[in-house]
Nanobody, 114 residues
């Protein structure tokens, strides 16, 4: 069973940046497509971005508005989400997901507040 572990969340001031990381235990990580989701307080979990296996093609939800960048390092079995110009409305639990194997990480809290 693949396991995912997120890290990099925390408390950040508006306008700041964070890079979230997701470590995978998968033996064939490069074959799997990955995604980042977020769950705002009291809301459902929503897709933020995807990055596909092999060609690394990326897809973003419309609300991202160029502030989020998803990337991967297959050699390290890592997926990243860079978030720039953070806003209070970005406060959420961010989850990594192995889209191929339908596996979730435990989530990492991001709080944007002055």
């Amino acid at each position: 069973q693949v396991q995912l572990v997120e890290s990099g969340g925390g408390l950040v001031q508006p306008g700041g940046s964070l890079r979230l990381s997701c470590a995978s235990s998968a033996t064939d990580f490069s074959s799997y497509s990955m995604g980042w989701y977020r769950q705002l307080p009291g809301k459902q979990r929503d897709l933020v971005a995807k990055i596909y296996n092999r060609d690394g093609h990326t897809m973003y939800e419309d609300f991202v508005k160029d502030r989020f960048i998803i990337s991967r390092d297959d050699a390290k079995k890592m997926t990243y989400l860079q978030i720039n110009n953070l806003k209070p409305e970005d406060t959420a639990v961010y989850y990594c997901r192995d889209l191929t194997n339908s596996v979730w990480g435990q989530g990492t809290q991001v709080t944007v507040s002055s």
